[in-house]
């Protein structure tokens, strides 16, 4: 069995050697494509693999067709709509992501822009504090989780709204549940979002939510861009000079916030919920074994094409 690596931002070394050991302990063989230019590197790298391993790499119809004798695909983190799943289904590939392995490293991101917001982007003018003020996490998954844990440590009052998640896991880690997303954005000063980008959540963020938040309001972003609705946060921020609005995905009027509201929006240059040492060695790993679980014994724990 091949398993090829696809990755145009290459795992660190370290990580492509855990991830060799855990395929080739397995006796299957390991193919690097790292830093790739061209779509066509990765349509002949295809043909011949078994599994493919990727990051942020596009998957679609047209390497399904090209990889003749894929059986697997694994998304070494939680998102996985760089892949297209109804030509995955088409062709009978199973695919998979590593969720929890990125979970501590987004989620230590995400206070490291609620810090730099609330100091005024370090431009030397007075702040205020994270401890005491109101934190919602909307979508409490593994990583709104690991948020709720480190706001422990900050001194915040900690408010949840997810609407698949029982109210007694969410209570049970000492956080209080709310009924509807309304609700959080009404009650919480700052919202750190970790929904993922469905047909039900793309532009869901808009107008209706942020205008209920209070005074001196602070949203972070290191879900997906997607779920923004973008003209509305403009409009949003025009009428309300104390929102401040933080991401590590790049929006697509970047320009425009930035020309406008350059004291009250940053977005990271690219995606960086995950560019950790150990979020790069965990999810890589991860993801060499579930390959080899699958092959060997057909577990499909982590299967997202059910």
Not at 89 to 109: D, F, I, R, W, Y
């Amino acid at each position: 069995m091949k398993i090829l690596v696809a990755t145009d931002k290459p795992f660190a070394a370290i990580a492509v050697k855990g991830i060799r050991e855990a395929i080739e302990n397995a006796d299957m063989e390991l193919a690097l494509l790292e830093k790739y230019t061209e779509k066509s590197q990765l349509l002949e790298a295809v043909n011949d693999v078994d599994a493919i391993i990727i990051r942020s790499d596009i998957i679609d119809n047209e390497v399904f067709d090209a990889a003749k004798q894929l059986k697997i695909v694994v998304r070494a983190g939680a998102g996985y709509d760089n892949v297209d799943l109804a030509a995955a289904k088409a062709h009978n590939v199973c695919v998979m992501n590593t969720p929890g392995q990125n979970s501590n490293a987004v989620a230590e991101l995400a206070f490291g822009l609620m810090v730099y917001a609330v100091r005024n982007f370090y431009n030397g003018t007075s702040g205020t504090e994270l401890k005491d003020k109101k934190l919602g996490i909307h979508a409490y998954g593994n990583v709104g989780r690991n948020v709720a844990r480190i706001a422990k440590g900050f001194g915040m009052d900690i408010y949840a709204y997810d609407a698949f998640c029982p109210k007694e896991v969410i209570e049970k880690d000492g956080v209080k549940a709310l009924d509807s997303a309304d609700g959080l954005y009404a009650a919480c000063q700052f919202v750190s979002l970790h929904i993922p980008a469905t047909a039900e959540t793309k532009k869901s963020i808009g107008g209706n939510l942020l205008s209920k938040m209070p005074k001196g309001a602070v949203l972070v972003n290191t879900a997906r861009k997607e779920v923004i609705n973008e003209a509305e946060l403009v409009k949003v921020m025009e009428e309300r000079a104390d929102l401040k609005y933080l991401t590590d995905i790049v929006p697509d009027n970047h320009a425009e916030l930035t020309e406008k509201f350059a004291n009250r929006y940053f977005s990271t240059p690219k995606k960086m919920g995950a560019q950790t040492a150990e979020a790069n060695i965990n999810a890589g790993i991860a993801a060499a074994n579930q390959i080899v679980g699958f092959l060997k014994d057909g577990d499909r724990t982590f299967e997202v094409t059910k």
